[in-house]
């Protein structure tokens, strides 16, 4: 069974950044696209940016040209750094492995983006 820890998540202030982490166990992680996602206060769970097994990596709307995830598969850790955070940016930030039928997720680490 598949583990994975955030960490990272803090209250910092408009512009400033973040780098969340995410350790993992239980799995082969090298063989598993990974994903971070974000949950907004009162909205659902959408997913950030994405990389692959070959490390080519993809980002939705919200982390375009401010994000950047990568991962090292040798400390089995997936990375998101977070730049010019905005107050829009708040929210709880999961790491995610899935493939095929095995969908793991962490606990969340909360981002609080305020003056």
């Known amino acids: 069974q598949g583990q994975l820890r955030e960490s990272g998540g803090a209250l910092v202030q408009p512009g400033e950044s973040l780098r969340l982490s995410c350790v993992t166990s239980?799995?082969?992680?090298?063989?598993?696209?990974m994903n971070w996602y974000r949950q907004a206060p009162g909205k659902q769970r959408e997913l950030i940016a994405s990389?692959?097994?070959?490390?080519?990596?993809t980002y939705r709307d919200p982390a375009k040209d401010r994000f950047a995830i990568s991962r090292d598969n040798a400390a089995k850790k997936l990375y998101l750094q977070m730049n010019n955070l905005t107050p829009d940016d708040t929210g709880v930030y999961y790491c995610n492995a899935r493939q095929g039928p095995y969908d793991y997720w962490g606990q969340g680490t909360q981002v609080t983006v305020r003056s």
């Open positions: 239980g799995f082969n992680f090298g063989a598993f696209p």
């Open positions: 990389i692959a097994i070959n490390e080519a990596t």
